[in-house]
């Protein structure tokens, strides 16, 4: 089923059960004995959403030989995708709060544990924006198992498509010190005038100082929507309800960082095969039918 402008889902479904096959994959990556990143409560999450599929991949009782193009090669490219995103989003962190930093904003922040599992300075806030049944549930399950945040960790029960800004503010956010924003897995699920105002936004509420990450897919222009909805049938056929073809908006879009450059950010770049050679990993072969391509990960300051 399309988009719409108020449409609306749970982990299970939708946008929202690709945040829960995201931490199915920091699961899995924190598995792995490279031990990049350390994400505990990404287990207990994804159990608790309790999509069988999902559970049955942390588990690793997966038959792929039922599922084409599951290659073990192909599962673990994915991991270690996962795996090198995260960690670029955790130094990100480290990065900003090392610099001084003591405010963040995690945007869309779906089963993100960041608030629970990274090591905060005192005094740090963080401000978790989301739907409102997405972040209790979340509260919810971390609360069930004794997980307590490692920093003062602030929701923000809002649609992104709502007057967010408003309700962060409400919520205690300083816009007079400078923050750390993050956008992760994020702007392919807006139309393009959405992530404009998504960076309009961010813009607008920051201080020289400020510093901000996140990520682009310049394939989204040229995205296939019937290649996409033919590699997404075995999933649906598992009982996921997730149909990439739907869910993204395509076609033509400004590029962030010529647009995050002309609203005063310092900015740069880095795909995700030189984050696979930064952290000695083993570089994947891009499948020719790869509906998006490269990704390419972001991350800048506001300028004085």
């Known amino acids: ?48 959403v309790g999509v069988d599929f999902f559970v ?39 990065d900003a709060m090392d610099a001084g930093i003591r405010q963040a904003v995690i945007l869309a922040s779906g089963l993100d544990a960041r608030a629970y599992r990274l090591r905060w300075p005192a005094g740090t806030v963080v401000y978790e924006i989301d739907q ?29 498509r709502a007057d ?5 503010r409400e919520a205690g956010f300083d816009a007079a010190v400078p923050t750390a924003w993050l956008a992760e897995g994020l702007l392919i699920y807006l139309p393009p005038e959405a992530q404009d105002r998504l960076f309009d936004n961010i813009t607008a509420l920051s201080v020289p100082g400020s510093t901000i990450a996140t990520e682009y897919v310049p394939g989204i222009r040229d ?8 590699m997404s049938a075995p999933l ?27 609203n005063g950010w310092g900015v740069s770049g880095v795909s995700r095969e030189e984050l696979f050679r930064l952290n000695d990993i083993e570089v994947p072969l891009l499948e020719d039918d790869d509906p998006l391509g490269e990704i390419i990960f972001v991350k800048g300051t506001l300028a004085g």
């Not at 059960?17 to 994959?25: C, I, L, Y």
């Not at 795996?83 to 670029?88: E, I, L």
């Not at 967010?164 to 962060?168: R, T």
């Not at 995205?223 to 033919?230: S, Y």
């Open 1 to 48: 089923m399309p988009r719409t402008h108020d449409d609306t889902w749970d982990l299970a479904s939708s946008v929202g059960a690709t945040a829960t096959m995201v931490a199915a994959g920091r699961a899995l990556a924190t598995k792995d004995p490279r031990k990049l990143i350390d994400d505990p409560f990404a287990d207990p999450l994804v159990r608790a």
């Open 56 to 94: 049955k991949m942390i588990d690793g009782e997966l038959d792929l030989s039922t599922i084409p193009n599951a290659s073990p090669a192909r599962v673990q490219a994915m991991i270690d995708g996962m795996a090198v995103r995260t960690k670029f989003f955790d130094d990100y962190f480290s």
């Open 132 to 160: 409102p049944q997405v972040i209790d549930f979340k509260t919810t399950t971390l609360a069930g198992i004794g997980a307590e945040p490692a920093a003062e960790r602030r929701t923000v029960r809002i649609d992104l």
């Open 164 to 168: 967010w800004p408003a309700a962060l």
């Open 223 to 230: 995205f296939d929507a019937d290649l996409v909805r033919e």
């Open 236 to 262: 649906r056929e598992q009982g996921i309800d997730i149909d990439m073809a739907s869910l993204v908006y395509a076609g033509e879009r400004n590029h962030v960082l010529k647009y995050l450059s002309e």
